[in-house]
């Protein structure tokens, strides 16, 4: 593959995902269609190119060369309420108190599987996936615009993969995962309460000296609005998986797989505006001047979540098969997201995750309906990570969710077929509680000292579409 192959390819995958969907956290829940169907309980199926995913392991029972390219398109429906947040001063921040247009209306995330047989002990994968995505756009004037106004978390995984077939039983599998991250995350700065504040202390009477000796008018401190935060950051990093897949007979299969954590060091810059505080940038020059926030490069470190799933398939007779999968997520991989802006004497923006690990548990079934069309369901719960309501923040505002999925594949002739899938999750409603234990008063940390409380309320359809070819 040439290198300019390869970056249309990284292209078009970062320009498709948006919205978090399906898994917990900021993992994106599909990343397969045919897998899709059965809420993701396939793992030990090992039926198509996309096992190199759930199980490289499963790539020793495909013959030829097989190529799987997909979409799935995320339709999320979510709205929040405000049950009264706060500014660092205690007083209401005001705002809109409830939002329901902050999701994107669609978006779509690619997903392209190749595997090929060597010999007979030897198959070599190749996967290009999604894992990780989030897109909320909330209105800069909402109640809770001094955690987040705007968060976007794109990622694109490459996965080559090798498998070894031992015998008819026993096959292992492995992989190299490189993966791109790119985020940006924006927030309202709290430059009113900021005002207030000062207004009871020398800083203010020295605000006002400052300001009419420069030629502004100080009188427009009292109609201040806010200011405007964005940092953004972009990384590769580098992991890997392994599988192992038994299988006693012909018609049972068990697997288990694992993924390794990826440390990941975003690097890119931080912004802050101060043009809108008022229609005076002599007093928004002196406003931002005190606040001690200057435009700087930025940095983030963070680790994804180790993953390890144990799965079962069974074939009970011509028609119908029978499959489960349990999947174990490190999550507490992602405590504090520590913001450090990088040459200045700024102390570091701190976000609150403290997760927890989780579980996903999913049943799914096929059924042969005829020699052209299989058909396939499934049900899966996954926990969400966040521990508590006081550690919800907006960025993620996830909840233990429930899926429901159906799908089924067409052979268009012998050596094509289609793939379609649609999942309904029904997320539990999400309350949040949240404190940033910063504010704009003190030098060794950046925050608002905002509270954010209100109600979050999800649910979304996925939507998939592959296209399967067996050289």
Same mark, same amino acid.
């Given at each position: 593959?040439?290198?300019?192959?390869?970056?249309?390819?990284?292209?078009?995958?970062?320009?498709?995902?948006?919205?978090?969907?399906?898994?917990?956290?900021?993992?994106?829940?599909?990343?397969?269609?045919?897998?899709?169907?059965?809420?993701?309980?396939?793992?030990?199926?090992?039926?198509?190119?996309?096992?190199?995913?759930?199980?490289?392991?499963?790539?020793?029972?495909?013959?030829?060369?097989?190529?799987?390219?997909?979409?799935?398109?995320?339709?999320?429906?979510?709205?929040?309420?405000?049950?009264?947040?706060?500014?660092?001063?205690?007083?209401?921040?005001?705002?809109?108190?409830?939002?329901?247009?902050?999701?994107?209306?669609?978006?779509?995330?690619?997903?392209?599987?190749?595997?090929?047989?060597?010999?007979?002990?030897?198959?070599?994968?190749?996967?290009?996936?999604?894992?990780?995505?989030?897109?909320?756009?909330?209105?800069?004037?909402?109640?809770?615009?001094?955690?987040?106004?705007?968060?976007?978390?794109?990622?694109?995984?490459?996965?080559?993969?090798?498998?070894?077939?031992?015998?008819?039983?026993?096959?292992?599998?492995?992989?190299?995962?490189?993966?791109?991250?790119?985020?940006?995350?924006?927030?309202?700065?709290?430059?009113?309460?900021?005002?207030?504040?000062?207004?009871?202390?020398?800083?203010?009477?020295?605000?006002?000296?400052?300001?009419?000796?420069?030629?502004?008018?100080?009188?427009?401190?009292?109609?201040?609005?806010?200011?405007?935060?964005?940092?953004?950051?972009?990384?590769?990093?580098?992991?890997?998986?392994?599988?192992?897949?038994?299988?006693?007979?012909?018609?049972?299969?068990?697997?288990?797989?694992?993924?390794?954590?990826?440390?990941?060091?975003?690097?890119?810059?931080?912004?802050?505006?101060?043009?809108?505080?008022?229609?005076? $940038?002599?007093? +928004?020059? @002196?406003?931002? =001047?005190?606040?001690?926030?200057?435009?700087?490069?930025? &940095? !983030?470190? *963070? #680790?994804?979540?180790?993953?390890?799933?144990?799965?079962?398939?069974?074939?009970?007779?011509?028609?119908?098969?029978?499959?489960?999968?349990?999947?174990?997520?490190?999550?507490?991989?992602?405590?504090?997201?520590?913001?450090?802006?990088?040459?200045?004497?700024?102390?570091?923006?701190?976000?609150?995750? $403290?997760?927890? +690990?989780? @579980?996903?548990? =999913?049943?799914?079934?096929?059924?042969?309906?005829?020699? &052209? !069309?299989? *058909? #396939?369901?499934?049900?899966?719960?996954?926990?969400?990570?966040?521990?508590?309501?006081?550690?919800?923040?907006?960025?993620?505002?996830?909840?233990?969710?429930?899926?429901?999925?159906?799908?089924?594949?067409?052979?268009?002739?012998?050596?094509?077929?289609?793939?379609?899938?649609?999942?309904?999750?029904?997320?539990?409603?999400?309350?949040?509680?949240?404190?940033?234990?910063?504010?704009?008063?003190?030098?060794?940390?950046?925050?608002?000292?905002?509270?954010?409380?209100?109600?979050?309320?999800?649910?979304?359809?996925?939507?998939?579409?592959?296209?399967?070819?067996?050289?």
């Amino acid at each position: 593959m040439n290198q300019k192959t390869l970056t249309l390819i990284i292209a078009a995958a970062l320009a498709a995902v948006s919205a978090t969907a399906g898994a917990s956290g900021y993992r994106f829940g599909s990343q397969s269609v045919s897998s899709q169907g059965t809420a993701e309980a396939n793992g030990a199926e090992a039926n198509d190119a996309s096992t190199v995913f759930s199980n490289p392991a499963g790539l020793s029972r495909l013959e030829g060369k097989q190529i799987m390219g997909g979409v799935t398109a995320v339709v999320p429906h979510s709205s929040f309420q405000d049950t009264g947040s706060t500014r660092f001063t205690r007083g209401s921040t005001g705002g809109i108190k409830s939002q329901d247009d902050y999701a994107p209306d669609v978006v779509g995330a690619p997903s392209l599987y190749y595997s090929q047989k060597i010999n007979d002990k030897w198959t070599a994968g190749f996967g290009m996936f999604v894992p990780y995505g989030t897109n909320l756009s909330y209105d800069w004037g909402w109640s809770g615009r001094y955690a987040l106004t705007d968060i976007k978390l794109t990622s694109v995984t490459l996965n080559p993969s090798m498998a070894f077939k031992l015998d008819e039983h026993h096959a292992f599998g492995f992989g190299v995962d490189a993966e791109f991250m790119k985020a940006r995350l924006a927030q309202g700065v709290d430059v009113p309460g900021t005002i207030a504040a000062a207004g009871t202390t020398a800083t203010g009477a020295a605000l006002v000296r400052q300001i009419a000796a420069l030629g502004g008018n100080p009188a427009l401190l009292g109609t201040a609005g806010d200011g405007h935060a964005e940092v953004e950051g972009k990384d590769w990093g580098y992991g890997f998986n392994l599988g192992y897949m038994y299988s006693p007979d012909e018609n049972t299969r068990f697997g288990i797989a694992y993924r390794s954590s990826i440390k990941h060091e975003l690097r890119g810059g931080a912004t802050w505006d101060f043009s809108r505080v008022t229609t005076d $940038q002599v007093v +928004n020059g @002196v406003l931002q =001047a005190a606040s001690h926030r200057v435009n700087s490069a930025a &940095r !983030v470190e *963070l #680790r994804t979540p180790e993953t390890l799933a144990v799965n079962a398939f069974h074939q009970f007779n011509d028609k119908w098969a029978g499959m489960a999968d349990v999947t174990w997520t490190k999550n507490s991989r992602m405590q504090n997201i520590d913001i450090e802006f990088v040459g200045t004497t700024e102390g570091d923006e701190v976000i609150r995750q $403290q997760w927890k +690990n989780t @579980v996903r548990v =999913a049943l799914g079934a096929n059924y042969k309906l005829n020699e &052209r !069309v299989l *058909l #396939r369901a499934g049900i899966a719960h996954d926990d969400g990570p966040v521990r508590s309501d006081t550690l919800r923040h907006a960025a993620l505002p996830d909840a233990d969710r429930v899926q429901l999925s159906f799908g089924a594949n067409w052979k268009v002739t012998p050596n094509s077929s289609i793939d379609v899938a649609y999942s309904y999750l029904d997320f539990k409603d999400a309350d949040a509680n949240y404190t940033n234990l910063c504010n704009p008063t003190l030098t060794s940390c950046t925050g608002n000292g905002e509270t954010t409380r209100g109600t979050w309320k999800t649910h979304m359809s996925l939507v998939g579409l592959a296209y399967n070819y067996k050289f």
